[in-house]
């Protein structure tokens, strides 16, 4: 079955980002100028408000691929639930379908075959191979 490999994006501690972040806290400290001693010794170390921002998106990266393997498995399990002969169909016309090898498009796909909003029998696209973004593959017949 066609899909698309999640990317991974590890978070990068960038000087931009540090800059941003002083300016950030010289801004709150200005906005008040007669409590900028007490804004001041609350405003985290950039060190530490940088590993918390690390820590939150590896946990934001995690959930996100886990609720994608959720995905997959719920379509995988909604296409083998279906008779043999109507699987392989639906399989070969998710190869073929120009949509990306994603699992909310998958999802999208079955939902509109149970809807009745698309039948195998006349498809609103033409079946050809594809790559995982739903690209015709040159010179596949």
Same mark, same amino acid.
């Given at each position: 079955?066609?899909?698309?490999? +999640?990317?991974?994006?590890?978070?990068?501690?960038?000087?931009?980002?540090?800059?941003?972040? !002083?300016?950030?806290?010289?801004?709150?400290?200005?906005?008040?100028?007669?409590?900028?001693?007490? =804004? !001041?010794? #609350? $405003?985290?170390?950039?060190?530490?408000?940088? $590993?918390?921002?690390? /820590? &939150?998106?590896? &946990?934001?990266? !995690?959930? +996100?691929?886990?609720? #994608?393997?959720?995905?997959?498995?719920?379509?995988?399990?909604? =296409?083998? &639930?279906?008779? +043999?002969? $109507?699987?392989?169909?639906?399989?070969?016309?998710?190869?073929?379908?120009? %949509?990306?090898?994603?699992?909310? %498009?998958?999802?999208?796909?079955?939902? +509109?075959?149970?809807?009745?909003? =698309?039948?195998?029998?006349?498809?609103?696209?033409?079946? *050809? *191979?594809? /790559?995982?973004?739903?690209?015709? =593959?040159?010179? &596949?017949?």
């Amino acid at each position: 079955m066609r899909f698309l490999r +999640s990317p991974r994006h590890p978070f990068t501690d960038t000087a931009r980002k540090r800059a941003a972040l !002083a300016r950030r806290q010289k801004a709150d400290r200005e906005a008040l100028p007669l409590f900028a001693a007490e =804004i !001041a010794a #609350r $405003q985290k170390s950039p060190d530490d408000l940088m $590993q918390a921002r690390a /820590n &939150a998106w590896a &946990a934001h990266e !995690a959930r +996100s691929r886990q609720r #994608r393997a959720d995905q997959w498995r719920r379509a995988r399990r909604l =296409i083998d &639930a279906m008779p +043999s002969r $109507q699987r392989r169909r639906v399989r070969a016309a998710w190869d073929g379908a120009p %949509y990306p090898g994603d699992p909310v %498009y998958l999802l999208d796909f079955l939902h +509109s075959l149970e809807a009745g909003r =698309i039948a195998l029998d006349a498809l609103p696209f033409t079946l *050809r *191979r594809a /790559n995982p973004r739903g690209h015709a =593959i040159m010179g &596949a017949g």
